[in-house]
């Protein structure tokens, strides 16, 4: 048994609940129906049965129907879009389907005119398009990658910005990886550091900002420092966070950076400390000899002098060490260079041994201007160096020889220099110094283990 057909009614009581405008007219042009819907375009109140179109629908809207009307009473359906005015003056973009009305063996009994308004929904789609491009723009210049991630699906549902400068991954990348990429880039020593931002939003209001440092891998195997922000985008009914809006970084310079500048006020504070005790040093031990105050306190003088300029040096060197030819030139120029060869190959020294070795030059040109080879004019210093390998190390060996002086006594106890020499050699070279005073002249050879620094360019 079929069913019964829907009377014309209850189609219209369907319909006045309809977000679109429709308008029934029979043949002879009257309404038979008009939905609220349409009230827009009507003169008087729908339903407005019984009116005719001519005097209840807008004038505007009544001159482009008058057409289609007739072509639907001829069995024509039209569809067209247009803007107009409605009956307030508000122009309106629409889109009108013009269809015969037909009752069975009565063939076309009038038109049904439908009207949907697409002025709201352009309007929405332009403002729509307009912040996709203002969006596009902000991307295109910001140096954040930002990223809206679904914690139910576990992937970001949208990124855009610099995603390649903070990740090394493209936007269309980063999307089609998925979470499975996400977590792969992870350092899984900064994972925890998601669920402690889940933790800390799940407590905070919504619109509160979360950060953290994390390492993230690049395609070329290195990790590089970003910094991410995040806020909560989206709770479920529980209030449990479904989606996070986050903004990533690069901080990787800035990172490196402080790590730098904590070794450096690291080093500093070591190398102050160091001068202070080799100051120190030198002030005991020049105080401690019997000489009268205007002496030593040339002697002081001259060895802090000394000193001064072994941290030139090293500070052109960037404290990393410096070269055995400059350490000999700059030590031994306060002296008669005239009466000095220097001869040996290039080697570089760490920053402790080029400051011990500096000292000790000092020294041994002091003795020999006081008392040794350059005390007359006759004498004269060689200055020799060279470097060796013995089983599994390579030693350096300094040679200091005087000839020509004055006979040589060996002094009835050990002073300032010679002490320098033996424990400075020993404790910043970690090697041994022999002293020899010959009748001919005094000998020096210094033999330790090389340890070279690398270049600061090399760093």
């Known amino acids: 048994m079929g069913r019964a057909p829907i009377d014309r009614a209850s189609l219209y009581r369907m319909t006045d609940a309809a977000p679109w405008g429709a308008l029934v007219v029979n043949a002879e042009g009257a309404l038979d129906y008009a939905n609220p819907a ?52 508000e122009v309106r973009h629409v889109r009108i389907q013009v269809a015969p009305r037909a009752a069975g063996n009565m063939g076309v009994t009038g038109a049904v005119v439908s009207l949907y308004d697409l002025t709201d929904a352009q309007a929405l ?145 070591h190398r102050v400390k160091n001068t202070l005790a080799a100051v120190q040093s030198i002030a005991r031990q020049t105080l401690r000899s019997e ?68 000292m000790a030059l000092h020294e041994l040109a002091t003795n020999a201007t006081k008392y040794g080879a350059l005390s007359g004019d006759a004498g004269r210093v060689a200055l020799t160096w060279r470097t060796r390998r013995k089983d599994d190390r390579v030693l350096f060996e300094l040679e200091w020889r005087e000839t020509g002086g004055p006979p040589v006594v060996a002094p009835k106890r050990r002073g300032f220099g010679s002490r320098l020499l033996s424990q400075g050699v020993r404790v910043d070279l970690d090697g041994v110094a022999e002293l020899l005073f010959e009748p001919q002249g005094v000998i020096c050879r210094i033999t330790a283990p090389l340890e070279t620094p690398p270049r600061p360019d090399q760093v």
Not at 318 to 345: C, H, K, M, Y
């Open 38 to 89: 349409f009230q827009r375009w009507l003169l008087k109140p729908a339903p407005a049965t019984g009116e005719t179109a001519e005097s209840v629908v807008h004038p505007a809207l009544m001159d482009v129907l008058r057409e289609p009307l007739a072509k639907a009473l001829q069995g024509e359906q039209i569809i067209f879009e247009l803007t107009l005015d409605d009956r307030a003056g």
């Open 291 to 358: 000489r009268d105050p205007a002496e030593m306190s040339e002697v002081f003088t001259a060895r802090l002098v000394s000193l001064s300029a072994a941290h030139d040096i090293l500070t052109r060197e960037n404290w990393e060490g410096a070269g055995v030819r400059e350490i000999v030139q700059v030590g031994l120029a306060p002296f008669d260079e005239t009466r000095i060869t220097a001869s040996g190959p290039e080697v570089r020294v760490t920053a402790r041994a080029a400051i011990a070795l500096s």
């Open 125 to 269: 789609d332009r403002v729509a398009r307009a912040n996709e491009e203002q969006l596009a723009r902000v991307n295109s210049v910001t140096p954040s990658a930002n990223y809206l991630f679904d914690f139910e699906t576990g992937s970001s549902i949208w990124v855009g910005g610099n995603t390649e400068a903070v990740y090394g991954h493209t936007v269309q990348e980063l999307i089609a990886g998925g979470g499975d990429l996400v977590r792969s880039l992870i350092h899984p020593d900064d994972f925890h550091h998601v669920a402690r931002r889940l933790a800390y939003l799940a407590k905070r209001p919504d619109g509160d900002v979360s950060e953290f440092e994390l390492r993230v891998l690049r395609p070329d195997g290195t990790y590089r420092w970003i910094l991410d922000r995040a806020v909560v985008f989206e709770r479920n009914a529980e209030g449990r966070i479904i989606k996070t809006l986050s903004a990533a970084i690069d901080i990787d310079e800035r990172k490196r950076a402080e790590e730098r500048r904590t070794l450096l006020i690291n080093e500093l504070n």
